[in-house]
Structure formats: structure tokens, C-alpha cells
């Protein structure tokens, strides 16, 4: 399908998983699971409120993989949409995590 409206579209494929995490915002802080992830970006499940527009800077902190920083792409529904900083160090960070940590997350019920 030819992408008409110039919009940017996903560069990799994304993962399933489910990840616990903790996202800073400012000085708000909230629990999350990380339900998708990529090298590029990962979707976040929020347990709570955070108030983080789009072009917002977090911080995702989890076991897994560390602290990662990230720009808000999108947040609609109790989920935010984030744009990892494609630095030195979240690379490897990324690579080790998809290494050593990743399990593909299947959904449990199949109609």
C-alpha cells in the first residue's frame, strides 16, 4: 500500500512482549508495561496517568533493558507511542535486550 498522506511510517518490525517499567516525565512518574518494542520504538501500557504530549521527553526505566530516553510520539487511550534516541548507547542497550532477553508475547486465546 503506497503511504498518500506523506505521514512517517514504522522503519522495523515490531515485537510483542510485556515488560513491567517505570516512565518519567518531568517530575510525574508512572508504572507501565512495555507491549510492543522495535530498535526504533515501543508502545507503553500505562497503569496510571501521565500527562505527555507528543514531542515529550521520557525517560523508560525497566529490568530488562535500563533506562532508555525516548520522544512521545503519540498518546491516546491509556498508551504512548515512543520514539527511541537512536544514540550509541541505546543501541547496544536494544541489541542486548533482543539478544538475550526477548520472548516473542503470543496472544493466549485463538478463536
Known amino acids: ?21 517505570r516512565v518519567r516525565h518531568l517530575k510525574q512518574e508512572a508504572d507501565a508495561r512495555v507491549i510492543n518494542i522495535s ?18 521527553s521520557v525517560v523508560i526505566e525497566n529490568d530488562d533493558i535500563g533506562l532508555i530516553e525516548g520522544t ?3 498518546n491516546r487511550s491509556g498508551r504512548l507511542g515512543i ?4 544514540n550509541s548507547n541505546s543501541l547496544a542497550k536494544l541489541a542486548a535486550y533482543f539478544r ?10 485463538t478463536r
Not at 520514539?83 to 537512536?86: E, F, G, N, S, V
Open 72 to 74: 512521545v510520539r503519540w
Open 39 to 56: 530498535r526504533t520504538g515501543l508502545a507503553l501500557e500505562l497503569y496510571s496517568q501521565l500527562h505527555a504530549a507528543a514531542g515529550s
Open 83 to 86: 520514539q527511541i534516541k537512536q
Open 1 to 21: 500500500m503506497s503511504n498518500n498522506l506523506n505521514m512517517d511510517g514504522r522503519t522495523s518490525p515490531r515485537s510483542r512482549c510485556r515488560v513491567d517499567s
Open 100 to 109: 538475550n532477553f526477548h520472548k516473542e508475547v503470543r496472544p493466549v486465546l
